[in-house]
T-cell receptor, first 117, second 112 residues
Framework: DSGVTQTPKHLITATGQRVTLRCSPR?????VYWYQQSLDQGLQFLIQ???????AKGNILERFSAQQFPDLHSELNLSSLELGDSALYFC????????????????FGPGTRLTVL | DAKTTQPPSMDCAEGRAANLPCNHS???????VYWYRQIHSQGPQYIIH???NNETNEMASLIITEDRKSSTLILPHATLRDTAVYYC?????????????FGSGTQLTVLP
């Protein structure tokens, strides 16, 4: 158990719909990362938040957005869903201390499996 | 971040050491080598990381060559539960942006 929690575990929805995935980081971790894992693209970084502010963006579609709240939990919002958005979505967290130090390690949650029909 | 090359698959007998190689010939002097694994469709699990020196923890050992162009992850006594995809990741220190770039990894199968 990494200490990172994600809800829901599974989500089945239809094309065109909007969903929200939730992530609670490990206690004390200020950074939250979102990754997407699809069969054809592998694990890809989407976006990072640090203490409520966006820090870095990866291959995140404009239909996707995220935020990190004052209690440090994060939500990933996916809208106008397409079949190709079906994937595993992982959240990771870290304290983000000294580069390469023990607090810089990212710990991943169990993921949310999104199926778009 | 430097590109990494890993064999797509490897087998290992249960109880034997599993040695997983990774080539990162374009690595820069300040880039770290991280290893993660993913069992089935679970979240990736951190294993170990290093910069220049060899590292060991309760899960594995990381051997980095002197020129830093390759590394080997060693699982000293592989068990069936070590069957997973193992990812070698080279990460450039970039201040605030510290995302991980995953490649295809190595599918390790531990055989009974």
């Amino acid at each position: 158990d990494s200490g990172v929690t994600q809800t829901p575990k599974h989500l089945i929805t239809a094309t065109g719909q909007r969903v929200t995935l939730r992530c609670s980081p490990r206690s004390g971790d200020l950074s939250v990362y979102w990754y997407q894992q699809s069969l054809d693209q592998g694990l890809q970084f989407l976006i990072q938040y640090y203490n409520g502010e966006e820090r870095a963006k990866g291959n995140i579609l404009e239909r996707f957005s995220a935020q990190q709240f004052p209690d440090l939990h994060s939500e990933l919002n996916l809208s106008s869903l397409e079949l190709g958005d079906s994937a595993l979505y992982f959240c990771a967290s870290s304290v983000e201390g000294l580069e390469g130090g023990p607090q810089d390690t990212q710990y991943f949650g169990p993921g949310t499996r999104l199926t778009v029909l | 971040d430097a590109k990494t090359t890993q064999p797509p698959s490897m087998d290992c007998a249960e109880g034997r050491a599993a040695n997983l190689p990774c080539n990162h010939s374009t690595i820069s002097g300040n880039e770290y080598v991280y290893w993660y694994r993913q069992i089935h469709s679970q979240g990736p699990q951190y294993i170990i990381h290093g910069l220049k020196n060899n590292e060991t923890n309760e899960m594995a050992s990381l051997i980095i060559t002197e020129d830093r162009k390759s590394s080997t992850l060693i699982l000293p006594h592989a068990t069936l539960r070590d069957t997973a995809v193992y990812y070698c990741i080279v990460r450039r220190p970039s201040g605030s942006a510290r995302q991980l770039t995953f490649g295809s990894g190595t599918q390790l199968t531990v055989l009974p």
